[in-house]
């Protein structure tokens, strides 16, 4: 069925330090995978996506890697900043023209000074 | 441009009393879709709605409603309130073409007792 996890529940990274956080899915059709933050007493706010048939994306300061192989997908951030402080979740669109996003758990990324 | 608006902000509701959760938006979004985000948890899709008069169910439907007579709104109902309904909830909106870039709503944080 569908379903997209998390490794770890926080992860604490140096500020200036990159973080990557991961994400395992199990639905080989999903179309979209999509990476959202959410900050404390605030609705998740779009970060980046990636489609199935593409291997990595970079945004501004993010990039999404899609490993299919091992149906894993991770989210790197650069010289994390206070502001990154969030939970990060993970999503993805079930199949092509399924209009569901369907969420991850989701990882609390907590910046060490 | 306000974005995706939701209100009340807080409601306490007794077990069995019903009401109805207003989200409306005003950037004239196709999609709209509610989540309901409890502890420790992902955000878990209840409806979603593809355009006026379009609606469908997510993966937790039973005990809402919905009703899509316009493009900007999206309101949520339930029936009969019980306290496994106690969660924060949250309306998001996007463009169909753009599906996964949704823009949420800052949620309703909901007391069953």
């Known amino acids: 069925g569908e379903s997209v996890g998390l490794h770890l529940p926080t992860l604490s990274v140096q500020e200036g330090d990159n973080s990557i956080i991961n994400c395992a899915y199990s639905n080989s059709a999903s179309d979209y995978f999509i990476w959202y933050k959410q900050e404390s007493g605030k609705g998740p706010q779009f970060i980046i996506d990636i489609r199935s048939n593409m291997d990595k994306r970079q945004g501004q300061r993010v990039t999404v890697l899609l490993n299919k192989t091992v149906k894993h997908l991770s989210l790197q951030i650069a010289a994390t900043q206070p502001g990154d402080s969030a939970v990060y979740f993970c999503?993805?669109?079930?199949?092509?023209?399924?209009?569901?996003?369907?969420f991850g758990k989701g990882t609390r990324l907590h910046i060490l000074p | 441009n306000a974005g995706v608006t939701q209100t009340p902000k807080f409601q306490v509701l007794k077990t069995g009393q019903s009401m109805t959760l207003q989200c409306a938006q005003d950037?004239?979004?196709?999609?709209m879709s509610w989540y309901r985000q409890d502890p420790g948890m992902g955000l878990r899709l209840i409806h979603y709605?593809?355009?006026?008069?379009?609606?469908d169910q997510g993966e937790v439907p039973n005990g809402y409603n919905v009703s899509r007579s316009t493009t900007e709104d999206f309101p949520l109902r339930l029936l009969s309130a019980a306290p496994s309904q106690t969660s924060v909830y949250f309306c998001?909106?996007?463009?169909?073409?753009?599906?996964?870039?949704?823009?949420f709503g800052q949620g309703t944080r909901l007391t069953v007792v």
């Open positions: 709605s593809v355009g006026a008069g379009i609606t």
């Open positions: 998001a909106s996007s463009l169909q073409d753009s599906l996964t870039e949704a823009f």
């Open positions: 999503a993805e669109t079930p199949a092509y023209r399924d209009d569901k996003i369907i």
């Open positions: 950037m004239n979004h196709e999609y």
